[in-house]
């Protein structure tokens, strides 16, 4: 199963990469790939969950992160409040 | 020395470390767990669904056996003691506000802070004589590992996805496959998730019986499309076409629309007002959907929100404002 292409806000600056590995170990959607330093494969598969991102220890990566729950979205949408999800 | 004053039911006796008490649990669910856990996948006090924070003992652990993390949801527990039957380890117990690890980890609940403060609290360097920690990968949203190294002197070591993996994973000397590592979302997982959306779909339900009563002829279609939209669509996901949930749940709506029109709509007009009324009823509940999925990304919702919001709801409008024409019609 996959979602819509191209909206994932997921960015690597690979001069911060070391190859530590520890994005391809945290990532539930197999998006990295690391040989000598880690590599961006299946960009599409990203959820945006921020695991990699947190556990980078270079700040090599970043995405926005947020609450994937479109419940919430509208309802902060409409209420203007911050997003919370139901879950 | 540390003792709950309060034995939990789920406490089946203490086992010794040191000076410190430390509560042993039963890894056999009883049938007042799983009565409440049913009771609670149906919405019943969800969110008041806890277990208490702290270390636990399950078998015989002694100072060299694994830690693992998880959360104080008493689903998630249950899970984790069912799946560690007959290992020795210790289990640190978060507190997340009884919310899962997944959705704790990206509230930050499960997180680097929560994890140092229950590590200290919990004495687990006295315990323990080793400096690992095996978190359930779906926890990595929340923590860092290298931060918790520098606050605590534990290692991190994210542990497979699935705790029904963990003791392959530790035979394996901790060390996760691609399949251990990988979220899948299978039928069986899409339909455990789906009675939520009845929970949380109730207020369209309610509407949907409303708008039945003033015209018994629109009973079944609606109250089929509430039905299409829970159940037949996290069924049916992976065989709908197109990528946006929205555009999916259009598409299952419009199959049931052109199933009523053919039997049940008496007329045009009938046949209008299906076709304007259920595709976009089917359609809010499917996007609800991106919620519970396990692929979906905030900004591709994001994407969702911004592309269908003004379409779906002049559809909709056009649906309600069709069902009055019939509604008074029927009076004349």
Redesign the interface.
Known sequence: ?????N???LCFDESKCTGCG?CA??????VFKVDRIAEIINKN???????CA??C?FQAIKV???????????KS?ITGKEES??? | MQINTIRQPYVSGFVNSGNILIPKIFTTLSLKDRFSGFMVRLGYRRMHYTVRQGLYAVGNPDSNSPVIVTANYKLTFDVVRKAVSGMNLWILVLNTHG??VW?A???GTFGTGEIARMVKMTKLSTVVSHRNLILP??G???????RVKKLTDFSVI?GP?KISDLKKFIDNGNV?D?SM???E?PLIERMKVAPLELV?GWKILIGVLILSLLNISSFIPLIGSVIAGIFLFPAL??YLPF???TLKGAILGLVWACFCSLFIATDIFTVLEFLLIIPPVVAYMA??F??S?????????????KKY?WPFALWMSAGIIMYFVNVFRGLL
């Not at chain 1, 199963?1 to 292409?5: A, N, V």
């Not at chain 2, 990595?140 to 290298?146: K, M």
């Not at chain 2, 396990?294 to 919702?301: D, E, Q, R, W």
């Open positions: 199963m996959k979602y819509i292409d909206v994932v806000s520890m170990e945290v990532c539930p959607h197999n598969n990203c959820i945006e969950c921020g695991a947190k556990n220890p926005c992160s947020g609450v994937g729950c479109g419940y919430a979205m509208i949408k999800c139901c879950c | 919310v899962n959705c980890a990206g509230k990968q779906l990595a949203p929340g923590v860092s590992a290298h994210y996805v996760a691609r590592r990988t979220v979302f949380l996901l992976p990528r946006s949930f996007f609800n991106t919620g999925t396990t692929f979906t990304s905030p900004s591709g919702v994001r994407y969702e929100i919001t």
